[in-house]
C-alpha cells in the first residue's frame, strides 16, 4: 500500500480536534456511572441479632427507600434488642438521627425523613444567615411524630399480708391508666374482703375485719426482646380498716358488738411485669409494698386480745390488662 492509499483511509484530522473528541469521549465514560448511582437510598443495618419482626421492617424499609428515596443519600440502623438508633443522611450531606422504640416506627421515621423538603431548589444559594433572626421553619429535618398514648383498664386478684401480727386476707385490685410512651400513670382501687389474724385466739377474733383503699400510681414500663415488659413504680393510696369484735357483758350475761374505723395513708412501691397474650390484651402480675404513714410503728389495740390494726402490708396480686382506647 503506498501513501497515497493510507492517507485516503485515514483523512488527516487536525491533532487539536483530535485531542477535544477523547476528552469528551473519556469524560462521558465516568459520568454516567456517578448519574446512575445518584438518588439510591442505600440502608446499612448493624445487629448481634435480629428478631423476626426486625427482618420484616427492614425488608419493608428497603422495598420503600428503593421506591421512593426522596433526600436520603443513605441511612444506618443500629438495632439493640428491641430499639435502635437511625441516623439518616440526606442528599445534601445533613444527618438526623432518630431513637426507634419498636420495629414498627422503622418505616413511618424512615418515609418522614426522606420527604423532600419545600425549601429552596438545590442549585439556588440560600439566603444569609443574620445572627438575630430565628431560622427558618423548613430549615431543618422533620421531626418524628409525637408520641401517642392509650388508655388500660385492669382487674387483679391476689393475697395481703400485713402485720404487726400475722393478718392475711384476699384481695381484689381495678385500675386505669394511662400508658405514654415508656410511663403509666393511673387511677386504682382494692378491696380487702376479711382479714383473718394467724397468730391469735380463736375466741378473741374480731368477727369482721376488712379495707378499702383508693389513690394513684405512677410507674415506668421497660420492654423486653421476648415481648415481656416488667414494671416499677410507685403507690398513694388513702384506705379505711374496719375492725369489728364482740365481747360477754358480764352483768347481763349477753354478748356485746362493738365496731371501729380508722383512716390510713399508705405510701408503697410496686415492681411486676406484663406479658402480652394478643395486641391489646395482657397478663399482669404486681407485688406492692405499702406503709401507712400516719401510724407508723403504732400496735394500739381496741382491747385486749384483739389484734391491732395494721400499719404495713405486702400484696401479691395477679390478673389481666386490657387496652380501652
Known amino acids: 500500500m503506498n501513501r497515497s492509499s493510507f492517507v485516503w483511509m485515514f483523512p488527516r484530522v487536525p491533532s487539536s480536534k483530535l485531542l477535544v473528541a477523547l ?71 445533613r444527618r438526623a438521627v432518630r431513637v426507634l422504640h419498636g420495629p414498627d416506627e422503622l418505616v413511618p421515621t424512615l418515609e418522614a425523613l426522606m420527604t423532600p423538603l419545600p425549601s429552596l431548589a438545590r442549585h439556588e444559594a440560600p439566603p444569609p444567615k443574620v445572627a438575630s433572626n430565628p431560622p427558618p421553619s423548613d430549615g431543618g429535618p422533620p421531626k418524628s411524630p409525637p408520641p401517642t398514648g392509650h388508655l388500660d383498664v385492669m382487674a387483679l386478684v391476689g393475697g395481703r399480708v400485713a402485720g404487726p401480727v400475722t ?18 400513670i393511673g387511677v386504682i382501687a382494692n378491696w380487702d374482703p376479711i382479714y383473718v389474724d394467724l ?27 421476648s415481648g415481656l415488659s416488667l414494671l416499677a413504680g410507685v403507690k398513694l393510696r388513702a384506705a379505711i380498716l374496719h375492725e369489728a369484735w364482740h365481747e360477754d357483758d358480764a352483768s347481763s350475761g349477753q354478748r356485746v358488738e362493738h365496731e371501729t374505723e380508722r383512716g390510713q395513708a399508705l405510701v408503697g412501691a410496686y415492681a411486676g411485669a406484663l406479658l402480652p397474650v394478643t395486641p391489646s390484651l395482657r397478663l399482669r402480675t404486681t407485688l406492692t409494698g405499702d406503709l401507712d404513714a400516719t401510724h407508723l410503728g403504732q400496735n394500739g389495740a381496741p382491747i385486749a386480745g384483739i389484734p391491732p390494726l395494721p400499719w404495713w402490708g405486702v400484696t401479691l396480686a395477679f390478673g389481666i390488662e386490657s387496652e380501652l382506647l
Open 167 to 184: 393478718l392475711v386476707a384476699p384481695t381484689l385490685d381495678v385500675g386505669a391508666s394511662l400508658v405514654l410512651e415508656k410511663w403509666e
Open 23 to 93: 476528552f469528551a469521549l473519556g469524560s462521558s465514560s465516568f459520568v454516567v456511572p456517578a448519574a446512575a448511582d445518584a438518588g439510591k437510598c442505600q440502608l446499612v443495618v448493624r445487629a448481634a441479632e435480629l428478631g423476626p419482626d426486625w427482618k420484616r421492617a427492614v425488608a419493608d424499609a428497603r422495598r420503600s427507600a428503593a421506591e421512593n428515596g426522596g433526600d436520603c443519600a443513605g441511612a444506618l440502623i443500629e438495632v439493640d434488642g428491641e430499639e435502635a438508633r437511625l441516623e439518616f443522611t440526606m442528599a445534601d450531606g
Open 199 to 225: 397468730d391469735g385466739d380463736d375466741d378473741l377474733h374480731p368477727y369482721r375485719f376488712s379495707s378499702i383503699a383508693a389513690g394513684i400510681e405512677a410507674g415506668r414500663r421497660i420492654r423486653l426482646r
